[in-house]
Structures are given as structure tokens and as C-alpha cells.
């Protein structure tokens, strides 16, 4: 399976298909038991822990169903937090993070803990958190699970909108066929084996 630049796709399946392995091996969270993984043209399957810690932090932004903020921490300072590992200045961060916090609709909530959000709010904080290192690939793994169906929407929204204008990769997955149905592509998972994948030019 291959990822392009700038591609919008997900990756669908009932419970236990192995949707989250697939997205952990993309994620390089966990090592395949056989095979390679590439990413840019590097063999990532080779590099040590600390290596791959460093390529997965510059190359990859994850979000999560249940957010995974720090509860007693802003708005701000959550989306800061991966630069902070990278060793930008606190100045820098906080200026990149008050970008990716406008860039998904949330200029004002800066300063608000997530105990102060919606959730939707607070999966959009995740999505500037996932953006503000500008990755190559955005990996969300059921974005809209604990969310209402209009909330929901509305992160969806952001996801696409992210994609087509800042052109970084997402791959999506979940097991709601709908939510599935509007990537331009699919993969369809089923007991450990990609069942089907409908690229672009094949999808209807």
C-alpha cells in the first residue's frame, strides 16, 4: 500500500478487522513482523528507536477519538507540546501554535482549557496539536467516534479543508462507512488483509 503527497484517504472495517495495526504501522508506533516501511524514500523498518521517534515527531501528526489533551493545560500550550520536543524556543512555539489553533477556527479559545471546550473544540485543538509541525501525514483514528453528528461534520469539514488547501496527507480510519465514503479513496480491511482498494479513479 502506498500513501501519496497531499492524498485524502481511509481506511475502513468492522471491530478487530486490523484498522489500528494498519494505522500504527503508518504511524511507525509499531514495527511489521516482516516487509518494509517506507517513508520519503527511507527504509524507517531499519532505523533504531531514536531515530524513529525523530522521523515519526517531524513527519507525522496523529489524532485521536478521545483527544488525548492535557487536561490542566491551554489551548495554546497543547498544540505547542511537539515542538517543545524538538527544542524550539517557547516564543517560536507558542507563535506556531497560535497559527494552527487559527487555522482550524479557534483564534479565540487560546487560552481556554479543555475542560472550557466543546468537544468538538477540543478534536479541532487536536487537529492543530497533529498540524502545528507541519507534517507530511495526518493519521486520525475515529476523529468523529465521541462526537454528535453535527459536530462531527464539522471536524470532518476541517479535515478536508486542511487537505485541500494545505495540501498534507490524510489517512482516516473508521469503521462508519459514511464518514469512510466521503475520502476520495478507500481501503477496506478484513481480518488482517486490505479486502479492496477503490483509488480515486475507480471510486464512484
Known sequence: MRIESGEYASI???????????MHL??????????????????????SDAALAVLRNRTIGFVFQSFQLLARTSALDNVALPLLYRGVAKSDRREQAASALAAVGLASRTGHKPTELSGGEQQRVAIARALVGEPDLLLADEPTGNLDTRTGGEVMETLERLNAEQGVAVVLVTHDREISERAPRQIFVRDGLIEADLAPATTQ
Open 12 to 22: 475502513v472495517g468492522p471491530s478487530g478487522s486490523g484498522k489500528s495495526t494498519l
Open 26 to 47: 503508518l504511524g511507525l508506533l509499531d514495527r511489521p513482523s516482516g516487509g518494509v516501511i517506507t517513508v520519503g524514500g527511507q527504509d524507517a523498518t531499519s532505523l
